[in-house]
C-alpha cells in the first residue's frame, strides 16, 4: 500500500507513534523515527521495522524547537531523499485543573503538541510543494472536540491541531497534498495503564464498545490516510473512539 513511500513519524519511539511508524513500514513505507529522548527505543523501533524489508532510521529532535527540528528534517530528507508522508504525533500532557495549572505548564503543552506540528509542517512544505503530492496526518485528540476536566492546556492543544489541520489542508490543495487528522479516544498505551482502576472503569462505562482502542487501531486508519486510497480526502477529522463522541 505504501511500498517506495517515505514516512516521518515524529513521536515514534512508544504508544501510538512506534505502532504507527510499525505499521507504516508494514504496508511497505520507509520510517524517519523521530524521538525526544530514548534513543534504546527509537532504534529498536527502527530494528522491528527494518524486518519489513524497509530503511529506517532515527533522528533525535525536540519538535517545540524550531530550528532543532528544522535540522532534523534537513538531515532526515537528505538521508532519505524525500519525504512523501509526515504524521504529527508527538505530543505530551501536564494534567492540572485551571486553578492549579501554572502558565509554564500550559505553554509546554502547547509547545510540544501545537507548534511542534506547525514547526514540522512548515519544515516540510516547500518540499511537499515542490513534489505536488504528499499526505500529512495530524495525531489530535477526541479531548479537542469536546474537552476534559484537568486538559485545558492538552484540549486546547488538540482542538488547535484540528484546525491547524484544516487550514493546511486549505492551503495544500492545490498542490495535490492532503491533510487529515485522526482524533483517539481511551486507547490502551502507557498512559492509560497508569490511570487508577477506579478512573479506568469509569472511562471505559463512557464507550460504547465497552472497551479500550489499541495503538494499532489507530495506526492502521493512520496507514489508510497516508496511502492513495484516501487521495480524495483532506481536511477530515476521522474519530477512532469506539463512538465515544457519537
Same mark, same amino acid.
Given at each position: 500500500?505504501? +511500498?517506495?513511500?517515505?514516512?516521518?513519524?515524529?513521536?515514534?519511539?512508544?504508544?501510538i507513534?512506534?505502532?504507527?511508524?510499525?505499521?507504516l513500514?508494514?504496508?511497505?513505507?520507509?520510517?524517519? =523515527?523521530? &524521538?525526544?529522548?530514548?534513543?534504546?527505543?527509537? #532504534?529498536?523501533v527502527c530494528?522491528l521495522?527494518?524486518? %519489513?524489508?524497509? $530503511?529506517?532510521?532515527?533522528?533525535?529532535?525536540?519538535?517545540s524547537? @524550531?530550528? #532543532?527540528?528544522?535540522?532534523?528534517v #534537513? #538531515?532526515?530528507?537528505?538521508?532519505f531523499?524525500?519525504? /512523501?508522508?509526515?504524521?504529527?504525533?508527538? *505530543?505530551?500532557?501536564?494534567?492540572?485543573?485551571?486553578?492549579?495549572?501554572?502558565?509554564?505548564e @500550559?505553554?509546554?503543552?502547547?509547545?510540544?503538541?501545537?507548534?511542534?506540528?506547525? &514547526?514540522?509542517?512548515?519544515?516540510?512544505f516547500? %518540499?511537499?510543494?515542490?513534489?505536488?503530492s504528499?499526505?500529512?496526518?495530524n495525531? !489530535? $485528540?477526541? !479531548?479537542?472536540? @469536546?474537552?476534559?476536566? *484537568?486538559?485545558?492546556?492538552?484540549?486546547?492543544s +488538540?482542538?488547535?491541531?484540528?484546525?491547524?489541520? +484544516?487550514?493546511?489542508?486549505?492551503?495544500l490543495? *492545490?498542490?495535490?497534498v492532503?491533510?487529515?487528522?485522526?482524533?483517539?479516544?481511551?486507547?490502551?498505551?502507557?498512559?492509560?495503564?497508569?490511570?487508577?482502576?477506579?478512573?479506568?472503569?469509569?472511562?471505559?462505562e463512557? =464507550?460504547?464498545? +465497552?472497551?479500550? *482502542?489499541?495503538?494499532?487501531?489507530?495506526?492502521q486508519? =493512520?496507514?489508510?490516510?497516508?496511502?492513495?486510497?484516501?487521495? &480524495?480526502?483532506?481536511?477530515?477529522?476521522?474519530?477512532? /473512539?469506539?463512538?465515544?463522541?457519537?
Amino acid at each position: 500500500m505504501l +511500498k517506495g513511500k517515505t514516512a516521518l513519524v515524529t513521536g515514534a519511539s512508544r504508544g501510538i507513534g512506534r505502532e504507527i511508524a510499525l505499521t507504516l513500514a508494514e504496508h511497505g513505507a520507509n520510517v524517519a =523515527v523521530f &524521538y525526544a529522548g530514548n534513543r534504546d527505543l527509537a #532504534e529498536e523501533v527502527c530494528a522491528l521495522a527494518e524486518q %519489513h524489508g524497509v $530503511s529506517a532510521k532515527s533522528f533525535q529532535c525536540d519538535v517545540s524547537s @524550531f530550528e #532543532e527540528s528544522k535540522s532534523a528534517v #534537513e #538531515e532526515a530528507l537528505q538521508c532519505f531523499g524525500g519525504i /512523501d508522508i509526515l504524521v504529527n504525533n508527538a *505530543g505530551i500532557t501536564k494534567d492540572r485543573l485551571i486553578l492549579q495549572m501554572t502558565p509554564e505548564e @500550559f505553554e509546554r503543552v502547547l509547545d510540544v503538541n501545537l507548534k511542534g506540528a506547525f &514547526y514540522m509542517t512548515k519544515h516540510l512544505f516547500p %518540499h511537499f510543494m515542490r513534489k505536488k503530492s504528499g499526505k500529512i496526518v495530524n495525531v !489530535s $485528540s477526541v !479531548s479537542g472536540l @469536546f474537552g476534559n476536566i *484537568g486538559q485545558a492546556n492538552y484540549a486546547a492543544s +488538540k482542538a488547535g491541531l484540528i484546525a491547524l489541520t +484544516k487550514t493546511t489542508a486549505r492551503e495544500l490543495a *492545490g498542490r495535490g497534498v492532503c491533510c487529515n487528522a485522526v482524533a483517539p479516544g481511551f486507547i490502551d498505551t502507557d498512559m492509560t495503564a497508569a490511570m487508577p482502576e477506579a478512573a479506568r472503569k469509569a472511562a471505559l462505562e463512557s =464507550v460504547p464498545l +465497552k472497551r479500550m *482502542g489499541t495503538p494499532k487501531e489507530v495506526a492502521q486508519v =493512520v496507514a489508510f490516510l497516508a496511502s492513495d486510497a484516501s487521495s &480524495y480526502i483532506t481536511g477530515e477529522v476521522i474519530r477512532i /473512539d469506539g463512538g465515544l463522541c457519537m
